[in-house]
């Protein structure tokens, strides 16, 4: 007997970074923050009590949406707290999607959002970017052709780390006629100088969500915490009809708050990481691995001939060296590097020096 729906036996399932058990490796391939979590993060794990695990945790994470809507200046009723981003992803199609309707994606990009329509039983339509990874001049006239009900935009932009302006997200939230998902899982990393604010579009368009995480800025991706910011018409029926009753669990939130109590520490790691991003791409450029500019906490290199990205990726997994290889057309011949301690980060380029 066949159990499965015909979409989930047809569909492939999302393929993880590899995330090893050793200690010794080095691990510049899933995109997470190379420093721990702040003091205050730790504290507040030390001082949780195994009493209050007996109940259950608040359901809209309430407390933490306070001093989320402090941090963003926004309402309360505008944050919804999931269980990591891609809770948030899944929500998003499960409340504004039907199924048999379509989505569009700005290709390429996280392939997570593909698997996620195919569960949900959506057609995808997929919009290449233009050569530098922008969106093209006629994203919004292509995205409307299509029909689509709803469309993800990762903004830094993966893989590549290019930076699409507020301004240019905001015409296209006003030319959309559909949800625009701008997610933002990497905009701790952007630049400060460049003042890039995508917050004041939700007060001004009803049809934007902001992704946010806790999983890279805050070091926090064991934990699977994330949050939307949206207009409420698009934030109440996800927090109130489409999520689980208790999403997120009494720890998570209990260091999520921490976490963002203490931003200052956090906002020292994205300095740090901002300052190697720019040593690693020089370095990286003088070996010949040309790498567009990144806003985010990763390099998307271009492995120069004879050398192919393949064999370099497996000659740095032979040393405890892990970076991610997608072998996808248009980005085969790339490797993207996250960003590491500058103590990591050293080790790589001896190795990539040994290897071409
Ligand atoms: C582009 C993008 N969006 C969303 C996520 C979801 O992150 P999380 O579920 O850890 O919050 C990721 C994680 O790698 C990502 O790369």
Known sequence: MQYERKNISAMQGYVSGEQPERP???????????????????????????????????????????????????????????NGGDELLRLLLATFVEPGQSIAVADPSYSLYEVLAAAHGAEVQRIPLTPDWSLPASFAAQLNASGASLCFVVNPHAPSGSLTPAATLRQLAQEFRGVLVIDEAYVDFVDPALGHDCVPLIRDCDNVVLLRTFSKGYSLAGLRMAYGIGARTLIDPMQYKTKDSYNTDFIAQTLAHAAIADHAYA??????????????????????????????????????????????????????????????????????????????????????????
Do not use: C
């Open 24 to 82: 010794d490796i080095i691990k510049l391939n899933t995109n997470e923050n190379p420093y721990p979590p702040g003091p205050a993060v730790a504290r507040a794990l030390a001082a949780i009590s195994v009493d209050q695990l007996r109940r259950y945790p608040p359901p809209t994470a309430l407390a933490l949406r306070k001093s989320l809507a402090a941090l963003h200046q926004v309402e309360v009723d505008n944050l919804l707290v999931t």
């Open 267 to 356: 906002a020292a790691t994205w300095r740090r990481v901002r300052e190697e991003r720019a040593r690693i791409r020089e370095q990286l450029h003088q070996r010949g691995l040309a790498s567009p500019m990144s806003q985010s906490n990763f390099l998307l290199a271009t492995v120069p001939a004879p050398h192919s990205a393949q064999t370099l990726y497996e000659g740095l997994k032979n040393v405890g060296i892990l970076v991610r290889h997608f072998r996808i057309p248009g980005i085969d011949d790339k490797l993207r590097i996250t960003i590491g301690t500058p103590e990591e980060n050293d080790r790589l380029l001896t190795e990539l020096d040994r290897l071409l």
